[in-house]
């Protein structure tokens, strides 16, 4: 499977963006697809998974209640709309595709989007 990112881009403190990540078949029942991200100097972390097998979604702490994460295309895409952002939000957004619920592992990676918060 290949996965496509898509939004991004810059906005002020307390401004909203949505990204969508698109996969080129669909999922299996087992499957979540999520996003992690990436600011300069830190590790890569996990932001939130959908799971295609109950409906479900995952957040880490840091976003949960500003960001929310949902199906878009019936098992091929979903998107993370992003609320209330933060200057700390500032990273390099990564779709990818894993596990339910959490992503434990990934197994494709999509290529990275920019997200840039300005305070």
């Known amino acids: 499977v290949q996965l496509q990112a898509s939004g991004g881009g810059s906005v002020q403190a307390g401004g909203s963006l949505r990204l969508s990540c698109s996969a080129s078949?669909?999922?299996?029942?087992?499957?979540?697809l999520g996003w992690f991200r990436q600011a300069p100097g830190k590790e890569r972390e996990f932001v939130a998974a959908?799971?295609?097998?109950?409906?479900?979604?995952v957040y880490a702490d840091s976003v949960r209640g500003r960001f929310t994460i949902a199906d878009a295309n019936a098992k091929l895409a979903v998107y993370l709309q992003m609320n209330s952002l933060k200057p700390e939000d500032t990273a390099v957004y990564y779709c990818?595709?894993?596990?339910?619920?959490?992503?434990?592992?990934?197994?494709?990676w999509g290529q990275g989007t920019q997200v840039t918060v300005s305070s």
């Open positions: 078949r669909r999922a299996f029942r087992n499957d979540a």
């Open positions: 959908f799971s295609w097998n109950d409906g479900s979604a």
């Open positions: 990818a595709q894993g596990p339910a619920p959490n992503l434990p592992r990934v197994y494709q």
